[in-house]
Protein backbone atom coordinates (compact mmCIF):
# COMPACT_ATOMS: atom_id res chain seq x y z
CA UNK A 1 0.00 0.00 0.00
CA UNK A 2 1.29 3.33 -0.52
CA UNK A 3 3.09 5.49 2.39
CA UNK A 4 3.65 8.86 2.60
CA UNK A 5 6.48 11.10 4.57
CA UNK A 6 6.82 14.29 4.62
CA UNK A 7 9.61 16.86 5.94
CA UNK A 8 11.02 20.20 5.71
CA UNK A 9 8.85 21.30 8.08
CA UNK A 10 10.03 24.26 10.67
CA UNK A 11 9.97 27.72 11.69
CA UNK A 12 9.86 30.82 9.52
CA UNK A 13 9.48 34.46 9.65
CA UNK A 14 6.60 36.52 7.89
CA UNK A 15 7.79 36.87 3.97
CA UNK A 16 10.00 33.72 4.33
CA UNK A 17 10.14 30.58 2.02
CA UNK A 18 10.06 27.19 3.34
CA UNK A 19 10.02 24.03 0.53
CA UNK A 20 8.31 20.84 2.19
CA UNK A 21 9.24 17.24 0.87
CA UNK A 22 6.18 13.89 0.07
CA UNK A 23 8.14 10.77 -0.34
CA UNK A 24 5.95 8.38 -1.66
CA UNK A 25 6.60 4.52 -1.64
CA UNK A 26 4.20 1.54 -2.69
CA UNK A 27 2.25 1.21 -5.87
CA UNK A 28 1.27 2.94 -8.20
CA UNK A 29 2.94 6.14 -7.47
CA UNK A 30 3.19 7.11 -11.05
CA UNK A 31 -0.29 7.34 -11.53
CA UNK A 32 -1.00 8.97 -8.38
CA UNK A 33 -2.17 12.26 -7.88
CA UNK A 34 -0.98 14.15 -4.57
CA UNK A 35 -2.69 16.72 -2.86
CA UNK A 36 -1.25 18.85 0.27
CA UNK A 37 -3.57 20.14 2.91
CA UNK A 38 -2.49 21.72 6.32
CA UNK A 39 -4.55 21.78 9.45
CA UNK A 40 -4.47 24.19 12.49
CA UNK A 41 -5.64 23.96 15.49
CA UNK A 42 -9.55 24.43 16.16
CA UNK A 43 -9.48 24.19 11.73
CA UNK A 44 -10.36 21.74 9.61
CA UNK A 45 -8.21 20.10 7.27
CA UNK A 46 -7.96 22.45 4.43
CA UNK A 47 -6.62 21.81 1.01
CA UNK A 48 -3.44 23.55 -0.32
CA UNK A 49 -2.24 22.41 -3.96
CA UNK A 50 -2.52 19.25 -6.01
CA UNK A 51 -0.73 17.83 -8.77
CA UNK A 52 -1.92 15.04 -11.09
CA UNK A 53 0.41 11.34 -11.60
CA UNK A 54 2.48 13.06 -14.60
CA UNK A 55 2.92 16.23 -12.72
CA UNK A 56 1.23 18.53 -15.80
CA UNK A 57 -1.85 19.47 -14.05
CA UNK A 58 -2.54 21.39 -10.85
CA UNK A 59 -4.81 23.41 -8.61
CA UNK A 60 -4.01 25.84 -5.71
CA UNK A 61 -6.41 27.21 -2.83
CA UNK A 62 -6.94 30.77 -3.43
CA UNK A 63 -5.07 31.35 -0.23
CA UNK A 64 -1.97 30.74 -1.75
CA UNK A 65 -2.27 31.17 -5.36
CA UNK A 66 1.34 32.49 -6.61
CA UNK A 67 3.21 32.24 -3.32
CA UNK A 68 2.69 28.34 -3.32
CA UNK A 69 4.25 25.95 -6.23
CA UNK A 70 3.67 21.99 -6.39
CA UNK A 71 5.89 20.17 -8.17
CA UNK A 72 6.99 16.13 -8.69
CA UNK A 73 10.03 14.51 -9.35
CA UNK A 74 8.83 10.68 -10.34
CA UNK A 75 12.44 9.64 -10.65
CA UNK A 76 12.70 10.28 -7.05
CA UNK A 77 9.21 9.49 -6.03
CA UNK A 78 8.76 12.72 -3.98
CA UNK A 79 6.30 15.72 -4.85
CA UNK A 80 7.41 19.20 -3.31
CA UNK A 81 5.58 22.42 -2.18
CA UNK A 82 7.23 25.44 -2.47
CA UNK A 83 6.09 28.17 -0.81
CA UNK A 84 7.11 31.69 -0.49
CA UNK A 85 6.00 34.82 0.79
CA UNK A 86 4.81 33.00 3.80
CA UNK A 87 2.03 34.47 6.04
CA UNK A 88 1.01 34.19 9.60
CA UNK A 89 -2.06 32.54 8.69
CA UNK A 90 0.10 30.13 6.20
CA UNK A 91 1.28 28.12 10.20
CA UNK A 92 -0.36 24.56 10.22
CA UNK A 93 0.43 21.18 10.06
CA UNK A 94 1.05 20.48 6.48
CA UNK A 95 -0.01 16.71 5.41
CA UNK A 96 0.32 15.19 1.75
CA UNK A 97 -2.49 12.71 0.51
CA UNK A 98 -2.50 10.13 -2.30
CA UNK A 99 -4.76 7.16 -3.57
CA UNK A 100 -7.27 10.16 -4.81
CA UNK A 101 -10.37 8.61 -6.04
CA UNK A 102 -12.35 11.67 -7.04
CA UNK A 103 -12.90 13.25 -10.43
CA UNK A 104 -10.08 15.46 -11.48
CA UNK A 105 -11.76 19.23 -10.65
CA UNK A 106 -10.60 22.25 -8.64
CA UNK A 107 -12.76 20.99 -5.26
CA UNK A 108 -12.33 17.14 -5.82
CA UNK A 109 -8.77 17.50 -5.73
CA UNK A 110 -8.54 19.93 -3.02
CA UNK A 111 -11.05 17.66 -0.59
CA UNK A 112 -9.39 15.65 2.27
CA UNK A 113 -12.26 13.08 1.60
CA UNK A 114 -11.37 11.73 -1.69
CA UNK A 115 -8.01 10.75 -0.59
CA UNK A 116 -7.14 7.28 0.88
CA UNK A 117 -3.69 7.75 2.49
CA UNK A 118 -2.39 10.04 4.46
CA UNK A 119 1.14 10.87 5.98
CA UNK A 120 2.00 11.86 9.32
CA UNK A 121 2.80 15.47 9.13
CA UNK A 122 5.05 18.40 9.22
CA UNK A 123 4.60 21.80 10.94
CA UNK A 124 5.10 24.77 9.84
CA UNK A 125 5.22 28.01 11.75
CA UNK A 126 5.19 31.15 10.49
CA UNK A 127 5.93 34.50 12.85
Known amino acids: HVQLVESGGGSVQVGGSLSLSCAVS????????VGWFRQSPGNKREGVAA????????YYADSVKGRFTVSRDNAKKTVYLQMDDLKVEDSAMYFC?????????????????????WGQGTQVTVS
Open 26 to 33: GPPYISSS
Open 97 to 117: AAQFRGSWSPVSTLSSSQYYA
Open 51 to 58: INGLGVDT
